[in-house]
């Protein structure tokens, strides 16, 4: 295996996201795509393990979750022998992808970036948009924009670790670094809610010369599925990254139950996180060869706090953003504000009054901001947030409070006060369009920063919104440990590869910065290779060989 770089990867810019104008080519031709697939579309999404596709008698289906009673399509679920088999060729594979050139292994990713913004955006697009509920921008924004910035950057910050080198070479010594990649295969776990972190979770790790089984979210299977022939197309070999759809216990429970289980690199629930952190610890103890790498981004209860002096619209229009795009399914979600006393009733207004314009619906009406949340378990999880909210005195609704199954998961914008700062509303991570506030009085404004800082168990997102810059400064100093990415006058959501490298810590993972030269370095082991061009005359060490007086 090569040691460093040879050649020069491009210096990476972020990838331009299109606003598609309701008259443009490009929205009527993903318009059109989207009537494809509701009308025309049946699909089975096969398991396909060293480049063939294998198909059982259990499946799985993924709905339109904004018209559930329509399927987008089903997939095959693997079995306890077919994970096996997934591992022995994924480790068969590693064989020859471990020592081809980095610079062809970066081709491959940088290829299927090109394939994503290009030939196959329309799709993707379409497959987003009504699989996982995503409005045209939503799924921009994510599906090209985020997925072709994780494949250009993480192949440039790639090469910055194959570089680093020992500054040191004394003469007759040359000292070198080899970057390998873990000993044995390394385990995707992937969400539903980006489709770019569903691609970047098992490229990244595959990128530095690792082999990966792939169990992608059962809820956003048929985009995963499209980004996995994209990576065969772009000239990924066979075998070298494994697509494994199915139930996710059994699946993960043989995964890391295997003495060759090197890493795993996950997002999702934090229980299930620290389930997954149990069972290798337990594991590492008389199963595995070496101590694995262990990569988490899970959930958060992000905060927007706000001085009584601020910019009123953008923090309006921040805390809508937020709170309600994408339904409040974002791990960076605001879920939690604290809104001073005194502009209470002018920002309750202005709040309701702009709420009360959003509209809901299909996600390819593309006058729509919302649509439904992912399934059914999802829709059912917040409802018991907003009726148990009915009866509860220490809540007041602001607006909103409805849902509807009856087509589609609806969850419609759904705002609440309360005035117990320490309430489970502030404290527990619902993942959906539920926002909840705490009026605190204008003078304890230092005091709510701490407040804000030990409520909920998370740290992942947070926003201040302030002019006064000395009170920017001492809330930056409080706030340090309450957010993987911190936000100064705008909003907790909207993190972008190569600019606000993205992960959080306490309950919401490891911090292993997504989209940052950090998160590749779990993939690699080092080896110190010294090599000396001028041997031992002897074993005696100076001191001895000097003559006796």
């Not at 490229?203 to 059962?218: D, E, F, I, Q, R």
């Not at 772009?234 to 043989?254: C, D, E, K, Y």
């Not at 997954?276 to 981004?297: H, S």
């Not at 804000?452 to 926003?463: E, F, I, K, N, V």
Request: neutral net charge; proline residues 4%; hydrophobic residues 35%.
């Amino acid at each position: 295996m090569e040691q460093f770089s040879r050649v020069n990867i491009p210096i990476p810019q972020n990838e331009s996201c299109r606003d598609y104008d309701p008259n443009s080519k490009e929205a009527k031709e993903i318009l059109e795509e989207c009537r494809r697939l509701r009308e025309e579309f049946e699909f089975e999404v096969p398991i396909i393990i060293n480049g063939k596709e294998i198909r059982t008698e259990k499946k799985g289906r993924q709905p339109i979750c904004s018209d559930h009673k329509k399927t987008l399509c089903t997939f095959s679920n693997a079995s306890e022998e077919i994970v096996n088999q997934a591992i022995e060729g994924a480790l068969e594979a590693k064989k020859k992808w471990m020592n081809l050139p980095f610079h062809s292994r970066a081709s491959i990713f940088l290829k299927a970036a090109d394939l994503i913004s290009g030939k196959y955006r329309t799709k993707l697009l379409a497959a987003t948009m009504l699989g996982q509920g995503k409005n045209i921008w939503q799924a921009e924004i994510d599906v090209i924009g985020e997925a072709c910035d994780f494949l250009r950057f993480n192949t440039y910050y790639a090469q910055k670790i194959y570089e680093r080198q020992p500054e040191i070479n004394p003469k007759t010594i040359w000292n070198t670094l080899e970057w390998r990649p873990l000993e044995g295969y390394v385990v995707a776990i992937t969400p539903f809610n980006f489709v770019a972190i569903g691609l970047n979770l098992p490229t990244s790790p595959a990128l530095m010369g690792n082999v990966v089984v792939w169990k992608p979210g059962s809820t956003s299977i048929y985009a995963n599925y499209l980004m996995y022939k994209i990576l065969e197309e772009a000239g990924l070999p066979s075998g070298v990254i494994q697509f494994v759809p199915g139930m996710g216990r059994q699946i993960g429970n043989t995964l890391i139950n295997n003495k060759n289980f090197s890493g795993i690199h996950f997002t999702g629930s934090t229980a299930t996180f620290k389930k997954i952190w149990l069972q290798t610890a337990e594991n590492t103890i008389n199963l595995y060869k070496n101590y694995p790498r262990i990569v988490g981004e899970t959930g958060g209860k992000n905060f927007h706090i706000y001085h009584k002096d601020f910019d009123f619209e953008s923090g309006i229009n921040g805390i809508i953003r937020s709170a309600f795009e994408y339904q409040g399914q974002k791990c960076s979600a605001c879920s939690r504000a604290y809104i001073p006393e005194s502009i209470w009733e002018k920002f309750q207004n202005k709040l309701v009054d702009e709420v009360s314009k959003i509209k809901v619906g299909q996600s390819d009406d593309l006058s729509v901001f919302m649509t439904a949340v992912i399934d059914q378990k999802s829709f059912n999880r917040i409802k018991g947030y907003i009726d148990e909210a009915k009866e509860d005195k220490e809540v007041e609704l602001v607006c909103g409070g409805k849902y509807d199954d009856s087509e589609g998961y609806y969850i419609y914008p759904t705002i609440y006060k309360t005035t117990n700062p320490k309430h489970k509303l502030l404290q527990e991570e619902i993942f959906g369009p539920v926002l909840t506030v705490y009026v605190y009085p204008d003078e304890k404004f230092i005091e709510t920063l701490h407040l804000a800082d030990q409520t909920s168990p998370y740290a992942l997102t947070g926003s201040i919104y302030c002019t006064d810059r000395e009170l920017i400064v001492k809330a930056t100093e409080i706030l340090r440990y309450s957010a993987g990415n911190f936000y100064i006058n705008c909003k907790s959501t909207g993190s972008v590869v190569g600019q606000q490298p993205f992960g959080g810590h306490r309950a919401s993972g490891n911090n292993q910065k997504a989209g940052a030269m950090d998160n590749l370095q779990n993939w690699v082991t080092p080896r110190s290779i010294k090599e000396s061009f001028s041997g031992l005359k002897t074993w005696k060490y100076n001191h001895m060989l000097v003559e006796k007086k």
